[in-house]
């Protein structure tokens, strides 16, 4: 169990510093931004600066996963970005499901692993 912990913690945290890094650095081709709703909230996303604040945090979070340290506060970060990643697709844009399925499984585990850490604020 304790290589699936690694192995979930090295993923998810890869997937988050490689799009994170993203937003500064722009290798990977973004498709045009779309009409409507999504547009609308895609150019203030992009216009106000929001997405480099969201990048600057995937990027420290999945840094975190990566090298093994403070696993539980990147997990709580990470649990506000997914959160905000699924409404965005519930309410605009659908086809975007399959990412997020999977960085919330991994999520899911990784809380399970890292239980104890969260003990605390779980306590009535």
């Known amino acids: ?3 699936l912990t690694i192995v979930a913690r ?7 510093v490689v799009f994170g890094s993203n937003a500064f650095l722009h290798f990977l081709p973004m498709p ?3 009409q409507g709703l999504v547009g609308l909230y895609l150019r203030a996303f992009f216009e106000s600066g929001y997405v480099y604040v969201i990048g600057a945090l995937q ?4 840094l975190l996963l990566l090298i093994g340290r403070f696993v539980p506060l990147a997990l709580t970060i990470l649990g506000a970005i997914i959160f905000n990643i699924w409404v965005f697709h519930i309410l605009m844009a659908p086809e975007g499901f399959p990412p997020a399925i999977i960085v919330t499984l991994l999520e899911f585990f990784l809380l399970w692993r890292y239980r104890s850490a969260f003990a605390g604020i779980l306590q009535p």
Do not use: H, N
């Open 10 to 16: 090295v993923l998810l945290g890869l997937i988050f």
């Open 32 to 34: 045009p931004i779309p």
């Open 1 to 3: 169990m304790k290589i």
């Open 59 to 62: 990027v420290i979070s999945g």
